[in-house]
């Protein structure tokens, strides 16, 4: 056999980018079909020649005492041959009848065979097409939506089955790309607003600057350093939009991270901001060992505490815990605060969002801070729980799963 009829060089053919799923579908068929009725045809002749050996075609009392006699050729057309007195030529003219109906046999089972080879391709080719029908359709309706038009759904009816699963995976994939766009437009606005704020009060404080007939070098001074806090507040909020984006992007690389004294840390810088604002500030951790990116896990807790003082009242509190077990590793910050009602929590995690202005410090803030504590969360896969309080104020719980133990050497 050469190689470019061998049977790996025909599966290769049959499986060529040209060649459609309907048609490979239809060889297949074929294939199978064919292969089936050469194997009926074999065990059919096998058990042909088992049921009638040569001995059983000589009739009673013929080739035994030298009488002639007479016997039908059967398939053969339906002559009639005259058995010789002989036995040994009796036996040869009924082995030589037998071959010959066993051979018609088997020409009139290939000819058969061959006329149903050919309706089962085209059968084949017809319950391929109908099978493949509704994928048909799926790529069909694919291929006209956009990102211009996500909220169009396939919404294939039928039967639960294969592509019946298929078609409401597919409106899942959109339904997500769908808020995925909305979200990613929704962020590039408020980025670009936010962005421009500052750009806009510099140029306006220069412009005044410049268009004073009279300028001192106190209003100069003044102008710069107002430009210089503008500047500042942008170039922290290129910064959170650069963490933002890294957390979202997931990690490049992982080390053991004790939260606990990261979180320490933190805390001990934030007495002093705590207490200027008139609030108390407690924190307790313990050692507790994650795979994590250092920098990001110092973001979390920098955030997490930055947003429980800021987004506080007077004489209020904040509670910074870490505990460690075998199952998790959990770092809880609740604050008291203004009232959050239960259906706007979902905005907090969402960026440029902020609830209300009820807060100690007069800084604003960039309305970064939780969306950027969820992506690092999401890229350490831990889980991020936020529960308003019924007095005021939020409960934030980050849980890690813990370091896993080298293996024993």
């Given at each position: 056999?050469?190689p ?14 040209q ?36 001995s059983?075609?000589?009739?009673k ?25 002989s ?14 109906d ?8 290939a000819i ?34 956009s ?13 639960r ?22 979200a ?20 306006t ?20 350093q ?16 650069l ?55 110092e ?6 505490i ?13 509670r ?32 440029f969002q ?22 690092i969360a ?7 729980r936020i ?13 890690f799963?813990?370091?896993a ?5």
């Open positions: 056999m050469s470019q009829n061998s049977p790996l060089e025909l599966i290769r053919r049959l499986r060529h980018r060649t459609t799923v309907r048609a490979r579908l239809t060889l297949v068929y074929g294939g199978l079909f064919l292969a089936s009725g050469v194997l009926l045809l074999s065990i059919t002749s096998f058990l042909a020649e088992r049921t009638f050996p040569v059983a075609g000589l009739p009392g013929l080739g035994s005492g030298g009488a002639a006699g007479n016997i039908p050729g059967g398939s053969a057309g339906g002559t009639t041959y005259m058995i010789p007195a036995p040994g030529a009796a036996n040869a003219l009924i082995s030589q009848i037998r071959n010959t066993l051979h018609h046999l088997l020409v009139d089972s058969a065979l061959a006329i149903m080879m050919i309706v089962s391709i085209g059968l084949g080719w017809l319950v391929a097409g109908r099978v493949l029908k509704p994928l048909r359709t799926i790529t069909a309706a694919t291929h006209r939506i990102e211009d038009d996500l909220h169009q759904r396939l919404a294939l009816s039928g039967p089955d294969e592509l019946k699963n298929l078609s409401d995976t597919i409106d899942g994939l959109l339904a997500r790309l769908e808020d995925a766009f909305e990613q437009r929704l962020f590039v606005a408020n980025a670009s607003h936010e962005l421009r704020t500052p750009l806009t009060i510099g140029r404080l220069l412009e005044m600057v410049l268009g004073d007939p009279r300028p001192t070098i106190g209003s100069f001074r003044s102008v710069c107002d430009v210089l806090g503008a500047m500042t507040e942008q170039e922290a909020l290129i910064e959170a939009l963490t933002l984006a890294r957390s979202q992007r997931g990690l490049d690389r992982r080390e053991p991270v004790d939260i606990g004294a990261v979180v320490s840390k933190i805390g001990d810088s934030g007495h002093a901001a705590a207490a200027s604002q008139g609030l108390h500030l407690e924190v307790s951790t313990e050692p507790a060992l994650i795979a994590a990116d250092p920098r990001l896990i973001r979390l807790a920098a955030n997490l930055e947003n429980a003082v800021r987004y506080n009242v007077a004489d209020g509190w904040v910074v815990l870490v505990q460690s077990s075998e199952e998790q590793i959990a770092l809880q910050i609740a604050n008291s605060g203004p009232v959050i009602p239960g259906d706007q929590m979902h905005r907090l995690l969402y960026p902020r609830l209300g202005r009820d807060r100690v410090g007069e800084h604003a803030g960039l309305g970064l801070g939780l969306s950027i504590v969820a992506a999401k890229a350490h896969n831990a889980v991020l529960e308003p309080r019924r007095a005021g104020g939020l409960t934030v719980e980050v849980q799963p813990p370091l133990a080298p293996p024993p050497p």
